[in-house]
C-alpha cells in the first residue's frame, strides 16, 4: 500500500479490550484504524511506540493520551469540519447527529456517514456521536457493543 506522499504504509496489530485492531501508517503518522477480520497473523513489528503507548494509557483510562498522536489527516472540507467537532466533544460526553448536523449546518445522515467513514475512530471520536434518544447507533470498530463498552469506560451511564 502507498500513502500519498510516497512512503510506504506499515500494518501494526494492537490487541485491545474491544478487539485486535489493525493500525495502519505512512512513516510514523497514524493513516487508520481498523478492526482485524478472522484470526489476525502475528505481528511483532512496531512501527511507532508513541501510539501503541498512548493506545495503551486510553485503555487503562488516561481517556486524553490519544489527543496529540501524529495523524494523516487527508480529508475532504467537510471530513475537516467534522473532525474538528467531533474534537471537541470531550471524553464523558455525548452528542447526537442530529445536534452535531446542526452545527455543521448538514443533515444528521450526513454526520453519521462521515462517522462510518472516519478512518481513525478513538483518534477522532466519533464514538461519542449516538442517536436522539440517547443510543449508541453504529460502530466502526464492532458495532454497537463496542460502542457501548467505549462510552462506559469513558464514563457515559446509559
Known amino acids: 500500500m502507498v500513502d500519498p506522499a ?11 479490550p474491544i478487539g485486535v485492531l489493525v493500525l495502519e501508517f505512512a512513516g510514523q503518522r497514524l493513516r ?8 489476525p497473523a502475528a505481528c511483532s513489528t512496531v512501527v511507532s511506540r508513541p501510539v501503541v ?10 481517556h486524553d493520551a490519544l489527543c496529540r498522536l501524529p495523524l494523516v ?3 475532504t472540507a467537510f471530513q475537516q469540519r467534522l473532525r474538528q467537532a467531533l474534537g ?8 447526537s447527529y442530529g445536534v452535531l448536523a ?6 444528521p445522515r450526513a454526520v453519521g456517514r462521515g462517522c462510518a467513514s472516519n478512518p481513525l475512530p478513538l483518534v477522532v471520536p466519533c464514538h461519542r456521536v449516538v442517536a436522539a434518544d440517547g443510543q449508541p447507533g ?3 470498530l464492532g458495532g454497537v457493543r463496542h460502542k457501548r463498552w467505549l462510552l462506559r469506560h469513558e464514563g457515559v451511564v446509559f
Open 6 to 16: 510516497g512512503e510506504s504504509g506499515q500494518l501494526q496489530l494492537y490487541y485491545s
Open 32 to 39: 487508520r484504524i481498523r478492526r482485524a477480520r478472522g484470526r
Open 53 to 62: 503507548e498512548a493506545l495503551r494509557a486510553y485503555f487503562a483510562g488516561h
Open 73 to 75: 489527516t487527508a480529508a
Open 88 to 95: 471537541q466533544v470531550q471524553c464523558g460526553q455525548v452528542v
Open 102 to 107: 446542526a452545527r455543521l449546518h448538514t443533515a
Open 138 to 140: 453504529g460502530f466502526s
